[in-house]
Every structure is written in structure tokens, then in C-alpha cells.
């Protein structure tokens, strides 16, 4: 309950602003902010779910299943995209007992290909937590460029228009490589396919990346087709 208090229009109103000024207290200021958006994207979610029977739902970033798991409970078939490889092994055995999960141990781009995936530097010690951090993009404050893999990338705009059946949610947790990809996606045909989008952003880890992403929140909110919500946490 103290926590749920905090979450007031006022606090919001003052991230609000506060994110806006320059440098890291900005940016911590707006991790906070979406710290408080984040209960309301998670009931959007469930709430998204319950319009999923028959449909396909994606989970970018799938980890070790926690949400994919969710997502097969409401609908038909859930395509689950994880690049690490040992991420990908884990999240098989973990749910191996879910009959419409299919696990693509590959990364979601804009093109196919093979790209380097960088882990931290603490992956090997401690996998489980840190397989959350892994991204595709080196310029990402907690990687370590030395401790990268080659893992398989997917045209993911490609990938849905080829689906057969409309996609009713797609989770993506991606570690900065949405930007690019929902660039793509939101000028492709195939989102009009889309019932549901939610995104974790990632800028206050990769700076270079704050501008690109305001305008995705900016574009996002005018779209009605799919609905997005970039607050995901």
C-alpha cells in the first residue's frame, strides 16, 4: 500500500518534468517515471490478453518464460524469440510441458543475419540474472563487449507478415535493439495485424537512443492500429 501511494498524479507530474533535465538526472528521473507507468502497463496487458483466444501472441525478449507462459494460457500459438543460446536452452526446459509455445532461438531485427549478442561480464557466474541484460547493441552501459556471441537475427517485419493469422500481443523487452525494429515496424503493413504492442524501452541505459525513442512515443500515441504502450517494465 506505502508503494501504491507514492504513484500519485503529483509524482508523476514532477518526472515528468524532471526527466527533461540534461544528463544522468534526467535520466534517472525518467527510469523513475516509468517505474510508475509500469503497474498500468502490466494491467493493459492482461487486460489485452483476454482478446487472444485463437490469435498468435510474441514474446521478444522471452528470457526464461515468465510472460510467454502467460501469453499461452490465452492464446492459440506464442512464438517465443530468445538469442542467447543458453537463455534459449533454459527457457526449452522450463517449458517443455506448454504444447503452443514455439521457442526461435534467434534475435528480432530488421533484417536476417548473424550479429554478435553482448553479455555482461558477470553472465557466466550468474546466468539466470544476468541473461536479462544481454543486447544486440554495444553501445549498452552494463555489456561487456569482450564477452559477445554470435546469435542468429530474423527480418521480424518479414517474419509476421508471413504469419498465417492475426497477432493479437507482442511483448518486446529487447535491451535497446526496439528502437531500429519498431522504426521499421511502424512503417510496415503487417501492423495493422497487430492488436496489442508493449514495449520496455531502453535510453536511460544507451543514451544515444533517447532522441529516436521520444519520437517512437510521439508516433505511437497517434496510432490506434496496433495499440502500443511503451511503458512496459
Known amino acids: 500500500m506505502a508503494q501504491a501511494n507514492r504513484n500519485t498524479p503529483l509524482r508523476r507530474a514532477k518526472y515528468s518534468l524532471m526527466q527533461h533535465l540534461p544528463g544522468e538526472l534526467g535520466l534517472k528521473y525518467r527510469r523513475k517515471l516509468r517505474k510508475l507507468f509500469a503497474p498500468a502497463a502490466e494491467a493493459e496487458f492482461r487486460e489485452a ?24 494460457a490465452h492464446a492459440a500459438k506464442v ?24 521457442v526461435i532461438e534467434a534475435a528480432a531485427g530488421t533484417e536476417d543475419g548473424t550479429f554478435p549478442l553482448y553479455r555482461t ?24 563487449k569482450a564477452s559477445a556471441v554470435d546469435v542468429n537475427v530474423i527480418d521480424f517485419p518479414a517474419f509476421l507478415a508471413a504469419l498465417d493469422g492475426d497477432i493479437a500481443v507482442i511483448k518486446m523487452d529487447i535491451e535497446g535493439a526496439e528502437v531500429p525494429l519498431l522504426e521499421a515496424l511502424f512503417d510496415h503493413p503487417v501492423k495493422k495485424r497487430i492488436g496489442h504492442l508493449f514495449v520496455e524501452t531502453h535510453e536511460s541505459r544507451i543514451p544515444d537512443l533517447l532522441a529516436r525513442t521520444d519520437a517512437l512515443r510521439a508516433r505511437a500515441a497517434t496510432m490506434t492500429q496496433p495499440r502500443v504502450n511503451m511503458d512496459w517494465k
Request: net charge negative; hydrophobic share 35%; aromatic share 6%.
Open 49 to 72: 490478453l483476454t482478446e487472444a483466444a485463437g490469435k498468435i501472441c510474441v514474446d521478444l525478449g522471452a528470457n526464461l518464460g515468465q510472460h510467454t507462459r502467460t501469453m499461452a
Open 121 to 144: 561480464s558477470s553472465f557466466d557466474s550468474d546466468p539466470v540474472e544476468q541473461s536479462q541484460s544481454s543486447s544486440l547493441m554495444a553501445q549498452k552501459r552494463n555489456i561487456d
Open 79 to 102: 512464438y517465443a524469440f530468445e538469442p542467447d543460446p543458453w537463455t534459449a536452452a533454459e527457457l526449452r526446459k522450463r517449458l517443455a510441458d506448454v504444447s503452443n509455445i514455439e
